[in-house]
């Protein structure tokens, strides 16, 4: 049986539920992301332009590959409503064969 591929997870997070409805779907139709979950409110404090803001916002965690992360980080970039959104990766370091292979059959590297 083949290896599945390095499984990333990318989370970003954006001031809306509609919004963040639209980066899961965009990114689970394009099939750069086998799930999204959508977790909210969450409450982020940080600092933006030399003031110290705190905004209610709604968190997206892609389940994706590495393959596919340049093309995910793209669309997102594109689709977002921030100036600066949050994108970050995180390896997969282990998880369930069953699962990480779902996600590789799930995505497709442009």
């Keep these: 049986m083949a290896e599945a591929p390095t499984a990333l997870t ?3 997070t954006t001031d809306s539920a509609d919004t963040a409805q639209q980066l899961a779907r965009g ?9 999204a979950q ?5 409450t982020s404090v940080y600092r933006w332009k030399n003031a110290i803001e705190t905004t209610e916002e709604w968190q997206v965690l892609f389940k994706t590959t590495e393959a596919c992360y340049p093309a995910l980080e793209a669309q997102l970039i594109a689709a977002h409503n921030y ?3 949050e994108i970050i990766a995180t390896p997969v370091v282990r998880g369930s064969g069953a699962y990480l292979a779902w996600i590789g ?4 590297a442009p």
């Design 27 to 35: 990114a689970v139709e394009a099939r750069l992301a086998a799930c």
């Design 10 to 12: 990318v989370s970003t």
């Design 105 to 108: 059959a799930e995505t497709v």
């Design 83 to 85: 100036d600066t959104p």
């Design 38 to 42: 959508i977790s909210a409110p969450v």
